[in-house]
């Protein structure tokens, strides 16, 4: 904690006032670029990893970066998506996992690593990601281990933008190109970012150099059934 409280100091004294000119913009309202689904993984840092400002994302963080799907009682991840877009005025949503996910290992761990009686809400919560589990029961069983948990955390991503499309406002809007949806895998020990490609079925890495128009755009249309595949930097 006490690492915490100099930061606060720290941020206070120097950071805040080296962006005061931002910060007083803020103050008036906020008009961020996007909607960033992620995992509550405290390695997971949206504006270190899109080099972003405060103000620029509408983060949105759970276990598993994980949407209920319309009609589940006490959503609020759906709520803040739908505040985002209708009031916020955002049109692109991204659903972002990554590598090494504790949620994925868990969801299709057959030792049940999460317990149910000593974790009972987590297990209640996974209970959202069913459909990835079967995906992975019926596509991967070739995979073990890290390589298995991170192919669920791609399938995730996918499945979790289904979900966002039971939201009336999102499905309205999409079918009118008015949001765009993205489906992005964050590689921990490298620090890259893959996107998901619809047409290819397949993430792909964001270039090293500069993103061109076409990349990480639109890319999370209504999925085929091929699986995704991807190469082994992000497998491995």
């Known amino acids: 904690m006490q690492q915490l409280v100099e930061g606060i100091h720290h941020f206070h004294n120097i950071g805040f006032r080296e962006r005061q000119e931002l910060f007083s913009r803020l103050r008036n309202g906020q008009e ?38 319309f009609g589940t009682s006490n959503n609020g991840e759906m709520a803040a998506i739908e505040y985002a ?7 692109d949503i991204i659903v972002c996992g ?33 459909a990835t589990l079967e995906i992975v029961k019926d596509h991967y069983g070739h995979l073990q281990g890290e390589k298995l948990a991170n192919a669920a955390a791609e399938e995730n991503v996918l499945v979790q933008l289904e979900h966002l499309r039971t939201l ?7 079918s009118s190109g008015r949001v765009r949806l993205h489906g992005w895998m964050y590689k921990i020990d490298s620090g890259e970012v893959f996107y998901f490609e619809s047409e290819a079925g397949q993430f792909l890495k964001f270039g090293d150099a500069s993103v061109s128009a ?15 595949r991807t190469g082994t930097e992000l497998h491995g």
Do not use: Y
């Open 32 to 69: 961020p670029e996007a909607c960033m689904i992620t995992c509550a993984d405290s390695r997971i840092v949206p504006n270190l990893i899109t080099n972003s400002e405060p103000g620029e994302l509408f983060i949105v963080r759970n276990v598993g970066n994980i949407i209920p799907c």
């Open 85 to 91: 877009v209708v009031e916020l005025g955002i049109q």
């Open 214 to 228: 076409s990349e990480g755009v639109a890319v999370a249309g209504r999925r085929e059934e091929k699986r995704p």
């Open 98 to 130: 990554h590598t090494g996910c504790g949620a994925m290992k868990a969801l299709v761990s057959q030792a049940a690593t999460i317990d149910a009686g000593r974790l009972p809400h987590v297990s209640s919560w996974l209970r959202h990601a069913q």
């Open 168 to 174: 009336p406002v999102i499905a309205s809007r999409v």
